[in-house]
T-cell receptor, first 117, second 112 residues
Framework: GAVVSQHPSRVICKSGTSVKIECRSL??????MFWYRQFPKQSLMLMAT?????????EQGVEKDKFLINHASLTLSTLTVTSAHPEDSSFYIC?????????????FGPGTRLTVL | GDSVTQMEGPVTLSEEAFLTINCTYT??????LFWYVQYPGEGLQLLLK?????DKGSNKGFEATYRKETTSFHLEKGSVQVSDSAVYFC???????????FGKGTTLSVSS
């Protein structure tokens, strides 16, 4: 099946620094990518919807200036956590919607574990 | 707003036991319903889905029936295997093309 990769899989950074997470669709084109955040023993919470070539749509309560999303191509979306703080530590997961498949087809990346010290 | 509630885990079973993971939802209209599975170290994978009332989704011996009258989509398997050990997420999508709304996930551990 279709593959979505995320890089890095795990990152540890100091408070105040910025971290970029990449989400790539490896064998299909993704016009839409979704970014989720998962806390321990919690469900995946949608952060934003990223459409290729346009600005991301953020969910209520998600700071767009803190979580910068860029969907520059049909195979790559990036999430940058700016001026990270310990409360940003979490598991970040992306999913990509296959442009050529039915609307119900979304593929998930393996996630990125962010730890802010 | 739309939401999904699934049973708390972990669920611990012996091989060949019967599995049920309960899932109920709240949504306006007629959502599509999904079960995703996440094996250790891997991303979420679609296990099965149902797009309208009374539909039954099935895959790899798992099945779930879309019950609109009880707003439920319980996951069942008649005989689990050790390889079924994973985290299972129930999810819904209210409208085509929109993001999924997930339950908290249920960890299943199967021992031989």
């Amino acid at each position: 099946g279709a593959v979505v990769s995320q890089h890095p899989s795990r990152v540890i950074c100091k408070s105040g620094t910025s971290v970029k997470i990449e989400c790539r669709s490896l064998d299909f084109q993704a016009t839409t990518m979704f970014w989720y955040r998962q806390f321990p023993k919690q469900s995946l919470m949608l952060m934003a919807t990223s459409n290729e070539g346009s600005k991301a749509t953020y969910e209520q309560g998600v700071e767009k200036d803190k979580f910068l999303i860029n969907h520059a191509s049909l195979t790559l979306s990036t999430l940058t956590v700016t001026s990270a703080h310990p409360e940003d530590s979490s598991f970040y997961i992306c999913s990509a919607r296959d442009k050529g498949a039915s609307v119900d087809t979304q593929y998930f990346g393996p996630g990125t574990r962010l730890t802010v010290l | 707003g739309d939401s999904v509630t699934q049973m708390e885990g972990p669920v611990t079973l012996s091989e060949e036991a019967f599995l049920t993971i309960n899932c109920t939802y709240t949504a306006t209209g007629y959502p599509s319903l999904f079960w995703y599975v996440q094996y250790p170290g891997e991303g979420l994978q679609l296990l099965l889905k149902a797009t309208k009332a009374d539909d039954k989704g099935s895959n790899k011996g798992f099945e779930a029936t879309y019950r609109k009258e009880t707003t439920s989509f319980h996951l069942e398997k008649g005989s689990v295997q050790v390889s079924d050990s994973a985290v299972y997420f129930c999810a819904l999508r209210g409208q085509a093309g929109t993001a999924l709304i997930f339950g908290k996930g249920t960890t299943l551990s199967v021992s031989s």
